[in-house]
Structures are given as C-alpha cells and as structure tokens.
C-alpha cells in the first residue's frame, strides 16, 4: 500500500463546497434500491461518494495482496471501517480513500477532497470545543481527538525539529501517545510549538500487512495555535517496510 496525502494550505478548501472531480457518477458499486445501512444510503444520496464507492469496487478487481493476505478478508475489513462510519462523510470518505489506497488506485481529487472534508471535521470539532482536554488517541478511521504537542524532532529524533536542517525531515510526539513522522520538513510541523492544542484524524489503517505489524496508520491533524496541518504515518516505514 502507498500513501500519498498532501496536507497544504487546506482550511479554505475545508470550509468550501467541493467543486472537482467528476460532476456526477452512475452509482456506487451496490444497488441503491436494496441500501438498508446507514452508510450505504449516505453514499447513494451522494454523487461524490458514489463515485469514489465505484472506483473501489473497481481497483478491488485488480488488486492482489503483498504479502500472501486473504484478498476478500481485506476486502471485508475496508468495508467494515466504512460501514462503522455511519452517515458522516468525512468518515466515509476517509474510509473509501483507504480502501483505494490499499487497492493501489488512489485518484488524487479523491485524497484531496478526503482531506478537505476531514479537515472541515477537525476545525467543527474544535470550534464546538472551547477548551479541549487530551482524549485518546484515535482508533477507528474517520474519528478524531484533541491531544498536545509533547515533542518537535528531526525523523530520527536526534535533535530539535527548530534548528535542523531540511535533510533530517521532522517528527512529532503527542500526550496521546501518536507520532508524526516524515522524510521532508513538514511546514505544518515546523509552524508549531512543543504545548499547542492538536485536533488528531485517523484517516487511514493499512490492511494489507503482515501479521502483527501494525505500521504506517496516517493521521490528519490540525495545530490549533498555529493553524498549520498535516496529514503524515505514525512510522517512518509502512507495514512489511524496513
């Protein structure tokens, strides 16, 4: 599975009705007239999400898993988390954007518009939230939490993310337990200060990996002191890396 999520500048785009991709779609990959889960009458009355839901259905087709997996139990697992998202978009779409990515098929306006809806999610929440306290950190796809920066490093963790060189990449550790890692300088990482309130996202669960490894779960986040966001893996390999 690759992940290619690009966490700019996208709190005005989260706040904006989504206007690209494609304009309409024919229908998700289930018939509509049979929808009884609260998901899959969400995803029905959308065309956005009936078109991401058809673009899954057919990247499964192609799809074969890395490391000797059971192709239709991860298929079942993608469609369990987005099943648990009931009728919240973000979730779903969080879900589905998942699932295209474990499927190797990921359209770039569909993780674009993944990250504007979640990040519409994360600033709702905090805006409902006037003084957040530290929750869990989060374990199902599409659910968020508020947490604190506890440490800014470089990716090996060998000095302070502040005065390091663009080459040592960045990383962040949270009082939630959850990190943030990344080859380059994260500018939403190096905008914040060690202390500043985080609204966390998980908006991915790899599940084509070997067993017991758990790698490579991404995280959208958003500073609320600095306002900057990001959306990067807890690891600096994904599951069945080095």
């Known amino acids: 599975m690759r992940l290619h999520f690009c966490a700019t500048a996208l709190l005005v785009a989260a706040s904006m009705p989504w206007a690209s991709g494609p304009a309409r779609a024919d229908g998700?990959?289930?018939d509509c007239r049979k929808a009884q889960l609260p998901t899959e009458k969400a995803i029905c009355?959308?065309?956005?999400?009936?078109a991401i839901d058809a673009l899954a259905a057919?990247?499964?087709?192609?799809?074969?898993p890395a490391f000797g997996g059971d192709k239709r139990k991860i298929a079942r697992e993608l469609v369990a988390d987005r099943n648990a998202c009931k009728t919240d978009a973000a979730c779903i779409v969080s879900a589905q954007n998942n699932a295209l990515q474990?499927?190797?098929?990921?359209?770039?306006?569909?993780?674009?518009?993944?990250?504007?809806l979640i990040g519409k999610k994360a600033l709702d929440l905090a805006a409902k939230t006037p003084k957040p306290a530290d929750q869990p950190l989060p374990a199902s796809v599409g659910t968020c939490g508020f947490t604190h920066i506890k440490a800014l490093t470089t990716r090996l963790g060998d000095d302070s993310l502040e005065a390091a060189s663009p080459e040592a990449g960045s990383a962040a550790t949270f009082t939630n337990g959850g990190t943030a890692v990344s080859y380059d300088r994260e500018p939403g990482l190096v905008g914040s200060k060690v202390g500043?309130?985080?609204?966390?996202?998980?908006?991915?669960i790899p599940r084509d990996c070997p067993k017991d490894d758990t790698r490579g779960r991404v995280y959208y986040a958003v500073d609320l002191a600095a306002k900057g966001t990001w959306a990067l893996p807890d690891s600096q390999h994904l599951c069945g890396g080095a």
Request: charge should be negative; hydrophobic fraction near 45%; aromatic fraction near 16%.
């Open 28 to 30: 998700p990959s289930f």
């Open 45 to 50: 009355a959308d065309a956005q999400m009936s």
């Open 58 to 64: 057919k990247a499964y087709g192609g799809f074969e």
């Open 102 to 116: 474990t499927y190797g098929n990921a359209p770039a306006w569909v993780q674009d518009y993944n990250v504007a």
């Open 196 to 204: 500043d309130p985080v609204v966390m996202c998980l908006i991915a």
